[in-house]
């Protein structure tokens, strides 16, 4: 579950990363990228976040992804309260999170298969247990035979299933996209829906970010709408 209570969001002040030191000051003169936005995101629900350039989109998931604390009002992901939580357990909590980009961003010197283990080493998973989820992951996302090319040989399309392998690769709670479609075609970009898809259905909270009005008509789902920084409508 996702809520969002009266959320403003200014960055010279939000700069400051969850978990970071106490005591930055606010960013008084900046203008405030969020204002007053407060929704509640069902645990398994999928959303898509729309509006146009400019909107907060992304800014609604830095703070989803605890990569940012809102200035004023409250955030609760998967159950903790971002004013409250520790230091220390952003961890634990952030491995419930995947994140996929419209940039992909992967590592450039790595394999496939070890972008996709990623997440499984930093987690300290054993070798054997990395490689059976590894295989998983690729055959899920159609890269079985891609595993052990580095990422720049890969269509842009298989990039993103890549990252989307990785983004999923722990079983998150909530998985995020941001204008995860904005590089590829359309039938690429559908493939990458229909995984995102399919990840809702396995009892994901999903929200994707998008300009793409013909993925949003092809898929029908609830929308946040947000116009310079406001939430215009929500259903
Ligand atoms: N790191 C930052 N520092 C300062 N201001 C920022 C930063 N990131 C975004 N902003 C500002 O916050 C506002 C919302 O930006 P955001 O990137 O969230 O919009 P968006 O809806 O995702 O846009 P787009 O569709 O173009 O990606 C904009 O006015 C933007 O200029």
Do not use: C
């Amino acid at each position: 579950m996702v809520r969002f209570a009266g959320v403003g969001l200014r960055y010279a002040n939000a700069a400051r990363p969850v978990g970071g030191l106490a005591g930055d000051r606010p960013g008084a003169g900046e203008p405030a990228a969020l204002h007053d936005v407060s929704f509640t995101l069902p645990q398994g629900s999928f959303h898509w976040l729309l509006g146009p350039s400019g909107a907060g989109k992304s800014s609604v998931l830095r703070l989803m992804q605890l990569s940012l604390r809102p200035t004023s009002g409250s955030v609760e992901v998967l159950g903790a309260d971002l004013s409250r939580i520790r230091r220390r357990d952003l961890p634990a909590l952030r491995r419930r999170i995947g994140t996929v980009w419209q940039d992909f961003r992967l590592l450039p010197h790595l394999p496939v298969q070890d972008n996709v283990a990623l997440p499984l080493r930093i987690a300290g998973r054993a070798e054997g247990q990395i490689r059976a989820d590894v295989a998983e992951m690729l055959r899920w996302a159609g890269l079985e035979s891609k595993a052990g090319q580095l990422p720049a040989t890969l269509s842009g399309g298989e990039q993103q299933r890549a990252a989307l392998a990785r983004a999923v690769v722990m079983r998150p709670a909530l998985l995020l996209a941001d204008e995860p479609t904005g590089n590829l075609d359309t039938v690429q970009a559908r493939r990458v829906l229909a995984l995102l898809h399919e990840m809702h259905r396995l009892g994901t909270t999903v929200v994707v970010a998008t300009h793409a009005e013909a993925l949003v008509e092809a898929y029908p789902a609830p929308a946040l709408w947000l116009e310079r920084g406001r939430l215009v409508s929500h259903g």
